[in-house]
Antibody, heavy 120, light 111 residues
Framework: EVQLVESGGGLVQPGGSLRLSCAAS????????MYWVRQAPGKGLVWVAR????????NYADSVKGRFTISRDNAKNTLYLQMNSLRAEDTAVYYC?????????????WGQGTLVTVSS | QSALTQPASVSGSPGQSITISCIGT?????????VSWYQQHPGKAPKLMIY???NRPSGVSNRFSGSKSGNTASLTISGLQAEDEGDYYC???????????FGTGTKVTVL
């Protein structure tokens, strides 16, 4: 069974940093591109970042480019999101997600999410 | 990166059919057959309901169907049931360095 478990969320001041983790199990983690998607309280889903299976390429939403870094450790089956220069508008539940099958851009597996609150 | 446009709310009585539209552009919905739909209940993670415009993942009821015409994708729920209440989001692959865009979301209410 595919499982994705996020951790690392919490309260941080504007301008601060936080690193999210996503522990993956139940599938060959090193074979899949991985993604982060976020959802502000009461708002819709927003795609945040993508990383290729070997970490060779990454993509970001314009709103986080230059501030967030997605990375992975295939030996530990873990995905990361390093978030720097955090702003109030980054407050959201952050989901780690995986596509249904390689090559089909549909998010079939989701973690439970971890809440990041940016506030003074 | 403008979100895809969905109606804010759609409602129907049990047993009826409803359709949710998802309006994009020639750079996303119109360009690729990679439109997916997600159902989300309060406090829960989204659930994939349709992928690649009209394909259902294993375990998703055949009451859910998807289609696309030009820059507009649609999700139809037939035989509406109380458990179908929730928020629904479309998502499309798109050209550019940020390759995914979600819709604005639609709240489905079963009357």
């Amino acid at each position: 069974e595919v499982q994705l478990v996020e951790s690392g969320g919490g309260l941080v001041q504007p301008g601060g940093s936080l690193r999210l983790s996503c522990a993956a199990s139940g599938f060959s983690f090193s074979s899949y591109w991985m993604y982060w998607v976020r959802q502000a309280p009461g708002k819709g889903l927003v795609w945040v970042a993508r990383i290729f299976n070997d970490g060779s390429m990454t993509n970001y939403a314009d709103s986080v480019k230059g501030r967030f870094t997605i990375s992975r450790d295939n030996a530990k089956n873990t995905l990361y999101l390093q978030m720097n220069s955090l702003r109030a508008e980054d407050t959201a539940v952050y989901y780690c997600t995986r596509v249904i099958v390689t090559g089909t851009p549909a998010f079939a597996y989701w973690g439970q999410g971890t809440l990041v609150t940016v506030s003074s | 990166q403008s979100a895809l446009t969905q109606p804010a709310s759609v409602s129907g009585s049990p047993g009826q059919s409803i359709t949710i539209s998802c309006i994009g552009t020639s750079s996303d919905v119109g360009a690729y057959n990679h439109v997916s739909w997600y159902q989300q209940h309060p406090g829960k993670a989204p659930k994939l309901m349709i992928y690649d415009v009209s394909n259902r993942p294993s375990g998703v009821s055949n009451r859910f169907s998807g289609s696309k015409s030009g820059n507009t994708a649609s999700l139809t729920i037939s035989g509406l049931q109380a458990e179908d209440e929730g928020d629904y989001y479309c998502c499309s692959y798109k050209s550019g360095s940020a390759p995914y865009v979600f819709g604005t979301g639609t709240k489905v209410t079963v009357l």
